[in-house]
């Protein structure tokens, strides 16, 4: 196997254990802590599990107020999905791989949450006192978060310095042919 398709098959395993752990922690907070019915968690004096519905996308927006809005961002969003997979599998670079799985295996547990419940399950609450930097969120939407961020720091601090051109496959530059 070629050091990139170790690369790719890395990023895809990545995905999964994101989308797995996501998986296992939802189902942690429904069945066995029953969260639904007791609400709130108290585990730290910044950090609760709260019970949380979310029937948007980022931030609450695009809010899935019928079944067919509910079908449409699962559409949506498993669209959005299939790019990313896409876009994985044509990167080349290890740390874009590894972002992008990260947003991949989120995505999918989202996508998972809103098409069998018509809702996302969000339970991490960080808060200071009654502040909270964050909304209620899930591994999923950290994973997501920390993908897209790897993503931006990369594009933003990683680019091709001006007047480097690339050179085509016979060593010559673009201005040479």
Do not use: C
């Amino acid at each position: 196997m070629s050091p990139l398709a170790a690369r790719r098959l890395t990023g895809l395993l990545l995905a999964a254990a994101i989308f797995l752990i996501d998986q296992l922690v939802k189902w942690l907070v429904v069945g066995p802590l029953a969260l639904r019915e007791r609400e709130v968690i108290g585990l730290l004096p910044f950090f609760d599990l709260r019970w949380t519905q979310n029937f948007g996308v980022s931030l609450g927006m695009l809010t899935a107020n019928s079944m067919e809005m509910r079908w449409i961002l699962v559409g949506v969003t498993a669209l959005i999905g299939l790019g990313v997979f896409v876009w994985m599998l044509r990167e080349k670079a290890t740390w874009d791989i590894a972002a992008l799985a990260l947003v991949l295996g989120g995505a999918l547990g989202n996508i998972r949450d809103r098409a069998r419940f018509g809702y996302v399950i969000d339970y991490a609450d960080f808060h200071i006192g009654e502040f909270r930097p964050f909304l209620i969120f899930n591994i999923a939407d950290a994973a997501i978060t920390i993908g897209v961020v790897i993503i931006l720091a990369r594009s933003f601090f990683l680019r091709e310095k001006p007047g480097k051109t690339e050179t085509d496959q016979t060593g010559n530059s673009p201005a040479e042919t």
